[in-house]
T-cell receptor, first 117, second 115 residues
Framework: QQQVKQSPQSLIVQKGGIPIINCAYENTAFDYFPWYQQFPGKGPALLIAIRPDVSEKKEGRFTISFNKSAKQFSLHIMDSQPGDSATYFCAASPPRLFSGSARQLTFGSGTQLTVLP | AAGVIQSPRHLIKEKRETATLKCYPIPRHDTVYWYQQGPGQDPQFLISFYEKMQSDKGSIPDRFSAQQFSDYHSELNMSSLELGDSALYFC??????????????FGPGTRLTVL
């Protein structure tokens, strides 16, 4: 059972466009929602993360929108560039069970983004 | 800035052999996570360690074991390898001590191919 559903699977936009990637989750205990960017042959790198007490967070050209009631969150990339072409993963995790316990990330299935020059 | 180091970067094994993957976390990070990413798949959480103790366990097969050592590096031991174990194995680290951050920093991965 996919606890975090991500769409679309692939996305092609022109340079300067605003790709939007959507994720929906089922576990209402999730309280941490990061987005990762992954280039071929590389490890995922954290882009931006949000907690459910805010509805939007912006860092540079990346914005997360969060809708707690709908259990959905999305990534917007402003003024996209060819260098943004990568696979993007949303993820979610529940609170730590106790102080010192580690967060287990559940990833979405990924979106292959291509930004055309 | 120092990053997570994984070795080896590539590993080729035969079925039923064993493999050991190593992970060196970012200095002063106390938590290590292991993920498995199959071709075209999302990373799947395997296991994590905090201060050398197992913290959480995901979909790790019984054929796999892992530990975190006194210097905080971690090793993932995989026995009786199967073709389906071919994947990218990522290690991530974070610093939980002092409640600083939840950010997990991923290493470059080890590509395991089982023939």
């Amino acid at each position: 059972q996919q606890q975090v559903k991500q769409s679309p699977q692939s996305l092609i936009v022109q340079k300067g466009g605003i790709p939007i990637i959507n994720c929906a989750y089922e576990n209402t205990a999730f309280d941490y929602f990061p987005w990762y960017q992954q280039f071929p042959g590389k490890g995922p790198a954290l882009l931006i993360a949000i907690r459910p007490d805010v509805s939007e967070k912006k860092e540079g050209r990346f914005t997360i929108s969060f809708n707690k009631s709908a259990k959905q969150f999305s990534l917007h990339i402003m003024d996209s560039q060819p260098g943004d072409s990568a696979t993007y993963f949303c993820a979610a995790s529940p609170p730590r069970l106790f102080s010192g316990s580690a967060r287990q990330l559940t990833f979405g299935s990924g979106t292959q983004l291509t930004v055309l020059p | 800035a120092a990053g997570v180091i994984q070795s080896p970067r590539h590993l080729i094994k035969e079925k039923r052999e064993t493999a050991t993957l190593k992970c060196y976390p970012i200095p002063r990070h106390d938590t290590v996570y292991w993920y498995q990413q199959g071709p075209g798949q999302d990373p799947q959480f395997l296991i994590s360690f905090y201060e050398k103790m197992q913290s959480d366990k995901g979909s790790i097969p019984d054929r796999f074991s892992a530990q975190q050592f006194s210097d905080y590096h971690s090793e993932l031991n995989m026995s009786s390898l199967e073709l389906g174990d071919s994947a990218l194995y990522f290690c991530a680290s974070s610093r939980l001590g002092g409640g600083t951050t939840d950010t997990q920093y991923f290493g470059p991965g080890t590509r395991l191919t089982v023939l």
